[in-house]
Every structure is written in structure tokens, then in C-alpha cells.
Nanobody, 123 residues
């Protein structure tokens, strides 16, 4: 059983940066496809970025250039670097994992979830 623990959220001013971490326990992170999602109040959970088992990354056009996902196999941790933050980025950010070699962007594709970390961007 894999466990995911997010950290790094907090309050930041618009234009600032945060780096979220997702510590993976139970199995080596490189054996999973990993994803970041976010959920704002009253909205559905939405895809942010993913890194597959081969280390290839993907994010939506809205996120590209501001958000990037990476993985540190030695630390068994996945990161989400967020730059040029905007108030509309305010949400709870979740880390997710699943087995498989594909690139997965749907919430229902993931089997394991962390508890989430709050990111609040003030204007």
C-alpha cells in the first residue's frame, strides 16, 4: 500500500512562488505515474500536471510556463513548482499515484491520493 503526504502549501502573494512536495512511502516513486490535481471551493477537482514512469511530464496549456512537475527518485518525492501565482490558483492541491506506463490526466485514473495541502494566493 502506498502512502502520499503533501507539504509546502501556504499563503503567498500574487506573483509569488511555492514548491509543493509529495513524499511517497510504500514503494519506489519511479514505479508509479504521479499526478497533481487541485480543487477550489465549489469546483470539481482538476488536473494540474503529471509525470509518468519514464519521467515524461505533461500539464495543461493553462499551467505550462508557470507550473512544472518533477521527481526525485533518491528522495522518493514528487514536486510541483508553481511560479507567477495568481489568486485563481487558490485551491487544495492533491498528489495522486497509480501503476501503469501511461500518461494520466483524469481523477478516476488514479488509485492513491494524499490528504491535500492548501494554497492561498492573495491579490
Amino acid at each position: 500500500q502506498v502512502q502520499l503526504v503533501e507539504s509546502g502549501g501556504g499563503l503567498v502573494e500574487a506573483g509569488g512562488s511555492l514548491r509543493l512536495s509529495c513524499a511517497v512511502s510504500g514503494r519506489t516513486v519511479s514505479t508509479y505515474a504521479m499526478g497533481w490535481f487541485r480543487q477550489a471551493p465549489g469546483k470539481e477537482r482538476e488536473f494540474v500536471a503529471t509525470i509518468n514512469r519514464n519521467g515524461n511530464t505533461y500539464s495543461t496549456d493553462a499551467m505550462k510556463g508557470r507550473f512544472s512537475i518533477s521527481r526525485d527518485n533518491a528522495k522518493n518525492t514528487v514536486y510541483l513548482q508553481m511560479n507567477s501565482l495568481k489568486p485563481e490558483d487558490t485551491a487544495v492541491y492533491y498528489c495522486a499515484a497509480r501503476t501503469g506506463y501511461g500518461t494520466y490526466t483524469q481523477t478516476q485514473s488514479y488509485d492513491y491520493w494524499g490528504q491535500g495541502t492548501q494554497v492561498t494566493v492573495s491579490s
